[in-house]
């Protein structure tokens, strides 16, 4: 038994090596590297021989929690390449305990063990269902496509190999500071009453795809049952309301809570 399980592994290691070489940019290897040890790469390739990833691209932004990806797949469904994103959260160095503080509270995950393994498990199918119930409220979020373990496959936010930038990299005339500004009001209206607050919203966590505005970023959402819901909330409102304040946009704070929490 013992023989027929070395040469099992054997075997899925000579294929993760073979999985390595379809890194498209040789320049890239030492980052993916970096990111992708055994275990994640496991699980890519198990993601890849279900169809969900063809090839991989370059190193989209590369941060302590996690890294993304460029790549071209496909979902079992689709029947054309397309390109998509690959997050991968680091087991080793993430931030397991603040992690923690925002799974705690909310009864979607009250039954996570507390070592980090799980915790970040978690925090991925975490991520996964905010996107999916995000983009159900009518919010534009990268359509999540998969999680496996610490790997989270979602739309890739951008054309031709190149992401899309953050809110804070854009220039905008007053008329489309003001548009974006009441399209991301809107969006956050949308997610507190769809029982979701994003939890970490700044000009670094909204892209401008052209010109339209995507929320990024929702693995620390929280429904509104958890007990810091409402801090989180007003302080998201506040980071927007500072950001849109300085690109011109005449808005008190308090009138931005009242929209958000109107019906």
Request: charged content about 30%; glycine content about 6%; proline content about 3%.
């Amino acid at each position: 038994m013992m023989e027929k399980l070395e040469k099992r592994l054997k075997e899925i290691d000579k294929k993760i090596d073979r999985f390595r070489i379809r890194i498209k940019d040789s320049k890239d290897l030492k980052a993916v590297e970096g990111v992708f040890d055994t275990f994640t790469l496991k699980t890519l390739y198990n993601l890849a021989n279900k169809g969900y990833i063809d090839a991989l691209g370059g190193v989209i932004s590369t941060g302590k929690e996690a890294n993304i990806h460029h790549a071209f797949g496909c979902g079992q469904e689709e029947q054309q390449e397309r390109e998509i994103a690959i997050k991968v959260y680091r087991i080793s160095t993430s931030n397991f305990r603040a992690m923690q503080s925002y799974l705690i509270g909310d009864p979607r995950f009250k039954n996570v063990r507390h070592e980090k393994r799980s915790i970040v498990f978690a925090w991925t199918k975490k991520e996964l269902r905010n996107l999916k119930k995000a983009q159900s409220a009518g919010v534009r979020v990268p359509e999540p496509f998969v999680e496996r373990d610490n790997v989270l496959l979602m739309e890739f936010i951008g054309e031709d190999e190149i992401p899309a930038p953050q809110l804070r990299e854009v220039s905008l005339t007053p008329g489309e500071a003001r548009k974006a500004f009441d399209t991301t009001v809107e969006y956050v209206r949308k997610l507190y009453h769809a029982n979701l607050v994003h939890g970490d919203l700044s000009e670094f966590n909204i892209l401008m795809h052209g010109r339209e505005v995507v929320f990024i970023d929702m693995g620390q959402s929280v429904t509104l049952d958890h007990p810091n819901a409402m801090e989180f909330l007003m302080r998201d409102i506040h980071n927007v309301t500072r950001f849109f304040r300085k690109k011109g946009v005449g808005i008190e704070e308090e009138a931005v809570v009242d929209a958000v929490l109107g019906e």
